[in-house]
């Protein structure tokens, strides 16, 4: 059965149209006449975009005995069914506090290493790298990922729910695609040591128009392919991925926010469905100028900020594709898709 059928099978429909300017906040339920496409690592999935009122997920209960509430993301091409954690409610009711998973989270005590814009990097926390190939080595973790590999190990592995989780990409996109894109003439394109580079979300959302300075584009387009075997990471290399990960967990990219609408870098928008306060980690890398930078959802506006500063952090997993026609709901806060 195919992606699309098991779609239909739970009435969710698809839109032969897409978004014609990302520019522009998404302040309505943009999918209600159906979900938007586009191609990712797997084939063509299906992503919510807007207010998103039907795509509520219930799965699991954490350490302490209660529901965890996600919200669906999108529908990877290969069938698995990606969402980030929103919050958690009373067991057996469907009411829930939305809220991160953790608060003030460190994104790592070195920043001062083109390599620390990496999800892994080569070498020990604390040395420099001497070449680009050396940078985005993926041996040791982030100070972020062990965080979150450490959620998932106490609320998914050791609550008895690993089994359910797909092991599908999440990209950590470190290429470099130049100044010739980036228009920011510090750019060396280089992407070691302290050597000034932009990384592959600056150029798709982020313009330093032929000057020192950086600010949005005006016509961001966000992708949701890899553009770097490296950085696709996977518990196994059969998944499709660089098999450098330990557990199936990973962060939302900022090419999934733009694409659920957040607009335009730094435009404010107070209604999409991924909107928390005041702060959340993103796995996208933005520039090293000194200081390794992720991007960041700061109030629901795409942000950035480098990885010595503390934010929350929303883990996203991937349920297994068999499970696509085995929910259970319509989606709707009140009844929530759940699996029996």
Not at 199 to 215: I, P, Q
């Amino acid at each position: 059965m195919t992606v699309e059928e098991r779609l239909a099978g739970l009435n969710i429909k698809i839109n032969s149209k897409s978004p014609t300017n990302f520019a522009n906040p998404a302040t309505t339920d943009e999918t209600a006449k159906g979900l938007f496409s586009m191609q990712d690592d797997y084939g063509i999935n299906y992503y919510y975009r807007g207010t998103a009122p039907n795509n509520y997920i219930k799965f699991g209960q954490n350490a302490e005995g209660q529901d965890m509430w996600w919200r669906i993301i999108r529908f990877n091409g290969d069938g698995s069914i990606r969402m980030q954690y929103d919050g958690v409610g009373a067991a057996g009711i469907n009411q829930y506090v939305r809220g991160n998973a953790m608060e003030m989270v460190l994104g790592n005590s070195g920043t001062d290493d083109a390599k620390y814009a990496g999800w892994m990097f080569g070498g020990t926390n604390g040395s420099s790298s001497k070449s680009r190939e050396e940078a985005q080595r993926n041996e040791t973790d982030l100070h972020l990922k062990t965080v979150v590999d450490n959620w998932f190990i106490t609320h998914i592995v050791n609550t008895g729910y690993s089994d359910y989780i797909a092991d599908s990409i999440f990209c950590n996109d470190r290429s470099i695609p130049g100044k010739s894109v980036t228009k920011w003439t510090q750019d060396t394109e280089l992407g070691y040591g302290r050597n000034y580079t932009g990384y592959g979300a600056l150029g798709r959302f982020m313009t330093g128009n032929n000057g020192t300075s950086l600010s949005a584009n005006k016509n961001p387009k966000p992708q949701f392919t890899c553009p770097q075997e490296n950085d696709k990471f996977t518990v196994d290399k059969k998944s499709g991925g660089n098999g450098a990960l330990s557990y199936p967990v990973g962060l939302i990219t900022a090419d999934e926010i733009v694409a659920a609408g957040s607009g335009k870098y730094d435009t404010t928008n107070e209604s999409y469905y991924l909107k928390k306060n005041p702060s959340y980690w993103t796995l996208s890398p933005y520039l090293f100028n000194g200081n390794a930078w992720l991007f960041f959802l700061f109030n629901g506006k795409l942000s950035s900020t480098n990885t010595i500063s503390n934010g929350g952090v929303n883990p996203v997993i991937n349920l297994k594709a068999k499970y696509l026609d085995k929910l259970q709901g319509d989606g709707t806060i009140d009844n929530p898709y759940s699996l029996s």
